[in-house]
Nanobody
C-alpha cells in the first residue's frame, strides 16, 4: 500500500503560479502511474494531468494544457504539478492519485483506474 501526501497549495492571484507536490511513502512510486485530479465546490472531481511510471508519457485535460506541467522524481518518491497562469476557475482541492500498472509508458486518465488517493490540498485563485 502507498500513502500519498499533497502539499504546495495556497492562495494566489490570477496569473500567478503554484507548484504542488505529492510525496509517497510505503511503496516505491516508480511502480505507479500517477495523476492529479481536482474538485471545485459543488462540482464533481475531474482529471487534471497524468504521467506514466517512467515519466516519458504525460497527458493533460484541456483546461490545463499549456499552463500545467506534471513531472515526477522517482528517486525522491515525489510527483509534481507546476501550475502557471492560474485562473479563478482553477480554484479547487487538488488530489494526487496512484495507479499500480505494469506498463511503464501508460497513463491513466479516469478516476476508476486509480488505487490510492491523497487527502488533497486547497488551491485558491483570486481575481
Amino acid at each position: 500500500q502507498v500513502q500519498l501526501v499533497e502539499s504546495g497549495g495556497g492562495l494566489v492571484q490570477a496569473g500567478g503560479s503554484l507548484r504542488l507536490s505529492c510525496a509517497a511513502s510505503g511503496r516505491t512510486l516508480s511502480s505507479y502511474a500517477m495523476g492529479w485530479f481536482r474538485q471545485a465546490p459543488g462540482k464533481e472531481r475531474e482529471f487534471v494531468a497524468a504521467i506514466s511510471r517512467s515519466g516519458g508519457s504525460t497527458y493533460y485535460a484541456d483546461s490545463g494544457k499549456g499552463r500545467f506541467t506534471i513531472s515526477r522524481d522517482n528517486a525522491k518518491n515525489t510527483v509534481y504539478l507546476q501550475m502557471n497562469s492560474l485562473k479563478p476557475e482553477d480554484t479547487a482541492v487538488y488530489y494526487c492519485a496512484a495507479d499500480r500498472v505494469l506498463d511503464t509508458v501508460v497513463v491513466s486518465t479516469t478516476q476508476m483506474e486509480y488505487d490510492y488517493w491523497g487527502q488533497g490540498t486547497q488551491v485558491t485563485v483570486s481575481s
